[in-house]
């Protein structure tokens, strides 16, 4: 017996390369990866779709990564992610307007006043050219990107052809369904994070997914009388995925997955890998030509991952609005998630208006902003509101969804009947539509 001898785990044999990355090695790709193929450049994007089409004998895409696919794509493919960053930048320009027009009627100054205001005047004016080329810009990447996604789904269908794995059969997802929650109660991984934000089956998708690459790892190890290793390549580096969460290195499997990879595939090796990292073999080992510019591409949206919000951070942010009396706003976010979920769409600033009974919504947004101060969202990572209102006048749930809604409001009837009213408004938007 050695050390190691019941703990090869501890071996941190995924740190190492493959020893084959061309014919022993499979590489997964997760649903956040594709979609954010959505979100390069219409250069990047060419080179990475090529470099993909090169590698294609070596990918696999669990069924359960296509059904995520699906189910997002089209709130990537209609831009979402530039109007938003155009509405944080208006939202920001109409507070900063606010901010100087109370400033200047307020100034004590009466013998530079003239003089203060025009210099502040200026100021204004000088913001809002600036804002409004940033704006422009945004729109300028927007319609390159929207150019680009012509091309990605007739060249991922062509790529993964074969590629991707068979839909569970009935049985099999029941059993898997019980085996996670089994899991989850002892918080063996994956998919124990998803379980505190997510309900009902939802929740399992992590599970789902490391089920068929097991599956899949078992099979081709089998054909081939030997062991195969998988870099799962994704952007969930959430600590029941990675063992180093938020690490500025490169991402480390969980130790308790690279052993039950191992012993179900006859000791192959389980590693986890970004977007950048699997360009870089396509470079090295398949002929593949991706620029510098695009891996680096690739590497920021790797970055940009938003924190999920568990049920306790919904909770708090909520009661915050309620309890300082921002109810406005409160039936507003309620109206927008729940608007997700019946329209698959956000509620225009007209409804948002007709729904609180406001002629004006200015200085309507900073409190969504002054409500991540809560301590279970800080703890969370949350860095950014649950709403926004975007550059086509459209206030949308940016982090948070009808299901975790409702489970943080449960308990509480005071949030339930802010809630019942956004849900009726919506209802009529529905059938009016």
Known sequence: MSIYSDFFEYRD????????????????????????????????TAEILSAMKQMSSVLFVPHQVMNEFWSNVATVRRGDHHREAAGKMSSAHDEM?????????????????DQVVQRSRNARDDLSRAVSRVIEIFEEVETDASDGQRT?????????????????????????????????????????????????????????????????????????????DVTFITNDL??????????S?????????IREFAEQTGNGVF??????????????????????????????????????????????????LLEREYTDQLLVLFAAVNASAQLDEGITIEHARTLTGRDKLTAFSPPYRTALRQAAVQEAGISEPAIALE?????????????????????????????????????????EG
């Open 97 to 113: 307007e606010r901010v100087i027009g109370t400033w200047l009627e307020r100034t004590g100054l009466v013998s530079e006043r």
């Open 152 to 228: 990605i789904i007739p060249s991922l269908e062509k790529t993964l052809d074969g590629r991707v794995g068979d839909a569970p059969t009935s049985e099999q997802r029941r059993q898997w369904i019980d085996e996670f929650s089994t899991r989850v109660a002892a918080r063996i991984p994956p998919g124990f994070r998803d379980a505190e934000s997510k309900n009902g089956e939802s929740a399992a998708g992590d599970y789902l997914i490391w089920r068929q690459i097991l599956d899949r790892a078992s099979a081709v190890s089998k054909e081939r009388q030997r062991p195969v």
């Open 238 to 247: 959430k600590d029941d995925w990675v063992r180093e969460p938020r690490s």
């Open 13 to 44: 044999s995924d740190t190492r390369p493959p020893l084959d990355p061309v014919r022993s090695t499979l590489y997964v790709i997760d649903a956040n990866v594709l979609l954010n193929l959505f979100k390069f450049t219409r250069s990047a």
């Open 271 to 320: 590693r986890i890998g970004t977007f950048r990292a699997l360009l870089e073999v396509a470079n090295e080992h398949f002929g593949a030509t991706v620029s510098e510019e695009s891996r680096a591409q690739a590497q920021a949206q790797s970055r940009l991952v938003e924190a999920e919000w568990p049920v306790e951070a919904v909770r708090d942010y909520l009661k915050w």
């Open 391 to 431: 550059s086509d006048g459209v206030f949308r749930a940016t982090g948070i969804d009808q299901d975790v809604t409702d489970r943080a409001i449960s308990d509480d009837e005071d949030l339930g009947e802010w809630r019942d009213r956004a849900v009726a408004f919506v209802t009529g938007l529905g059938a």
């Open 249 to 257: 290195t490169a991402p480390l499997a969980h130790r308790h997955l």
